[in-house]
Each structure stands twice: as C-alpha cells, then as structure tokens.
C-alpha cells in the first residue's frame, strides 16, 4: 500500500515497511493547507501534530486511513473522516512515561520554584532565604483527572514521592487498570465536590472534546482549596484561562502548564499569552511527548499498526462504533464453504433488512470447516426469515442478541 507520512520517521522503520513491499512517501514540511494536494492516491496518511481537514477526504478516492502519531486525534476532523468512511487509528499509551515525566518534572519545579531560582543563579543572584519555604510533597493530596495510560503512569511516580492519590469514580475502565489503581492506593471519589474539595494539587490529563473543552472553569477552581497546583500537560482548551488567572491572582494558586489556548503553530516564534507569563505559572513548550525514547516507541507502534492494517486489521480505532449500531444481532453458525455468507446477506437484503456490522471467524479445528458469523442488523427478522436462514443448506444454526 501507499502510505503518506506527513511526519518524520526514522529511516531504519521506513525501510521495514518498504521491505514488506510498502511505497513510504515522506513529506514532514506539508501544512495542513498543502495535505489535499498531495494526498494523490495514498492509502494511508500517518500525521503527528499536521491538522487533517476535510478537504483531504474530499480529494482522495483512495484513502482508507488517517493514521495519528500518538494519542490526541483532535487535529482531525474524525467526523469528515467517518462520512467517507476512512478510519482514524491512534497510538495511544506509547508517551505516556514521557508525560507523566513532565508532569511530576512541572511540580517540583513549582513547589520548589526552580525557574526563577534558576534565573537569579544566571544573574548573579543568591536568594536563599525567598527559596526555602517549598511546601514539599510527601503527604499532600493529589487529583488525577483522567486516569488512563498518562494518568496510572503520573500515579506511579507520585507514589514514590509520598503524595496520596485520588481519581474520580468512572465505570468502564480495564480490569488491569483498576489492580493498578488498587495497588496504589488510589482513593475513587464519587463526585467533583469530594474528589478537588482537599486536593492540594490536581493534575489533568484528558483529551480535547466537547465534553471537556472548558472543564476546569470557575466552577471547578472554586472547589479546590487556597494555595492548590494545577498541573494541565494535556489540551490548552480544557482549562478556562480567564478563571485560572483569576485564582492565581485572587487566592495563592500556582499553576504547572505544557499547553496552552492559542499556542503558536510552525516556525513562529514570537508569541504572547497572560497565562504563560503569570509569575505563579511554570510552564513548557508543549512538550510532553518530545523525548527520544517516546519518539521511538511512537514510531515502533506507528508501523505496528500499519502492518496490522496490511494484515487486514484495524487497530486503535477511534471513530468505530463503541457498541452494534443495528437493533438486534444475528449469531450464525455455519460451514466455512463459498457461498454461504452471499446467501445470508441476500436473504437479509430481499426482506429489507440492512447489514450494519459484521464479524466472520474461523474456529480451530483439524478441518477448520465450521465458522461463526455475527451479524448486527438495522431491524429484527421476522420469523419467517428466521426460519428461512436456519433452513439453508450449510447453516447449523443461529441465534438472536438483543431482539426485541
């Protein structure tokens, strides 16, 4: 397949993928403007912080694939991408050490205020009295707001420094993640007002989406006690800038920030923001994932899924369905014989019913005759042709899931 990188990657990995016989089209300058005109007739675009627009789908037949460099894929226009039916995948969880880093890196250097002693070191300065009244770490209580690959990883390295750890109650994380949250001791809160009312620093880690664009606003500010840090190396949006700067100046917060609104993109240099020269806020260059060993975990898992993809399986992706979009779903078990599945849909399509998702596997076996088919439907079939699929020839058998 032809795949488009509008990224760098190291020669070495563009090699094993050219050697699988892949064409590797590397373009790290294009913008997000220029991507529509070189999209040509790749079947994979792997981007890391390039926007895709719409534009791109609409200028490519052959596009089956945007591929994103990591985790966040709010760079892409997801929905766009779903109309033309083209998959969005990720890397997710491969800089999350890198992270977590920063994060603990950002908080020391606040409770310590290592940039501005540093800087009076640089001029001459010796100031020691202004910089030994550090709060310090062992025993304070920390808020993880997004407990996922970056959040466990932070956990793990607050752990180390005494500091207590607390996340919010969410339903439907791994099994593994809750052991790992057990395991440190992690306190779940059921609400907000009990999660942030004695959290001493608070630290964010979410995507940008329209649920938590703005989140950390006033609202949520005014539940966290005087003098608490936050710590946000995820999405500039997610914190309401106007508020954090009304608590820094009104009630003692410091702040830890990698990201910011409006952060400048390309080779612009010059560039101002009231939130990042407050005096109470310690801040970076959005760069959490900017290490060498993420960048090559990131690549390593970005080839992973192209040869996935090649493979024929699409992993990390984002904009599939969470759950069957059909109305009932069909279980037939069947011989794996030419034919049978072409019988299955006719019958389907002849009483009306539209195929939504559809799953084939193979079981083992010393003759791998028989299969399983697992079929999500617009509507439930009517007995009749219940009747009629249980009939046929090479079918064994089948069964309804969520009927109605």
Not at 1 to 22: C, K, N, S, V, Y
Not at 207 to 224: C, H, K, Y
Not at 290 to 298: G, M, R, V, W
């Amino acid at each position: 397949m032809r795949i488009l990188f509008a990224d760098r990657i190291d020669t070495a990995r563009i090699g094993r993928l050219e050697a699988a016989g892949h064409e590797c089209v590397v373009k790290p300058e294009l913008t997000a403007e220029e991507l529509a005109g070189h999209i040509d007739d790749a079947e994979v675009l792997v981007v890391r912080g390039t926007e895709v627009q719409r534009a791109v789908f609409e200028a490519s037949d052959g596009l089956s694939m945007v591929l994103r460099a990591g985790a966040g894929t709010d760079s892409i226009d997801c929905d766009g991408a779903s109309e033309f039916g083209i998959y969005v995948c990720n890397v997710p969880g491969r800089n999350a050490a890198a992270v977590a880093e920063l994060t603990i890196g950002l908080l020391l250097a606040v409770d310590r205020q290592i940039p501005a002693a540093t800087s009076d070191l640089h001029e001459g300065r010796w100031d020691k009295a202004r910089y030994a009244g550090a709060s310090g770490l062992k025993g304070r209580r920390m808020a993880i707001v997004g407990m996922g690959a970056i959040g466990i990883e932070v956990a793990r390295r607050a752990a180390a420094f005494g500091i207590e750890l607390s996340a919010l109650h969410r339903s439907g994380r791994s099994r593994s993640l809750r052991a790992e949250m057990k395991r440190l001791d992690v306190q779940v809160h059921a609400d907000w007002d009990s999660l942030l009312g004695d959290a001493d620093i608070v630290s964010v880690h979410l995507p940008a989406t329209s649920e938590t664009i703005g989140l950390v606003d006033a609202e949520f500010l005014a539940r966290l006690p005087d003098g608490a840090i936050l710590l946000n190396t995820s999405r500039g949006e997610i914190v309401d800038e106007a508020a954090l700067l009304r608590a820094l100046d009104e009630r003692g917060m410091r702040a830890g920030l990698d990201v910011f609104c409006g952060e400048p993109s390309g080779a612009d240099r010059h560039w101002h923001s009231p939130l990042a020269s407050h005096p109470r806020v310690t801040g970076t260059h959005h760069i959490g994932a900017s290490t060498a060993q993420a960048s090559e975990d990131i690549a390593e898992g970005v080839v992973e899924v192209l040869e996935a993809f090649a493979a024929g399986d699409v992993v990390n992706c984002v904009n599939r369905a969470e759950r069957p979009l059909g109305r009932c779903t069909i279980v037939v078990r069947h011989r794996d014989q030419v034919g049978v599945l072409a019988g299955i849909l006719m019958a389907l399509r002849a009483s009306g019913i539209n195929v939504l998702q559809m799953r084939n596997e193979i079981l083992a076996g010393p003759t791998h005759h028989a299969a399983v088919a697992t079929i999500s439907v617009s509507r439930q079939p009517s007995p009749e042709v219940q009747r009629e699929l249980a009939a046929m020839e090479a079918v064994h058998g089948l069964r309804l899931i969520n009927a109605c």
